[in-house]
Nanobody, 122 residues
Framework: QVHLVQSGGGLVQAGDSLKLTCVAS????????MGWFRRAPEKEREFVAA??????DTIYADSVQGRFSVSRDKYTLYLQMNSLVPEDTAVYFC?????????????????WGQGTQVTVSS
């Protein structure tokens, strides 16, 4: 069974940077559209960023546009987070969808990572 395994995250100060990674154990991820979502305390999970299988198409939530960057290689999905603010504090999830395109639609993703905590202090 394929699992998405995340790493990165932690506690940082406002203005700092972090990089999250997501690896699909057992196979490459290059054939699938993938995305990042997050769930802040007492809030619903929300879309952050998405990327197509080729890496040519990316989508970002307005709240992270210009600060976050999603990328990928054959085996790994990345989320580079710069200029972090306290409002970015959340559990971050990587996700995979059975299509080649990128999408912000949570329900179109059918495989999820375990989640990793990102905490930004002011």
């Amino acid at each position: 069974q394929v699992h998405l395994v995340q790493s990165g995250g932690g506690l940082v100060q406002a203005g700092d940077s972090l990089k999250l990674t997501c690896v699909a154990s057992g196979r490459i991820v290059a054939r699938y559209g993938m995305g990042w979502f997050r769930r802040a305390p007492e809030k619903e999970r929300e879309f952050v960023a998405a990327i197509s299988w080729s890496g040519e198409d990316t989508i970002y939530a307005d709240s992270v546009q210009g600060r976050f960057s999603v990328s990928r290689d054959k085996y790994t999905l990345y989320l580079q987070m710069n200029s972090l603010v306290p409002e970015d504090t959340a559990v971050y999830f990587c996700a995979e969808r059975p299509y080649s395109s990128a999408s912000s639609l949570e329900s179109s993703h059918n495989r999820w990572g375990q989640g990793t905590q990102v905490t930004v202090s002011s």
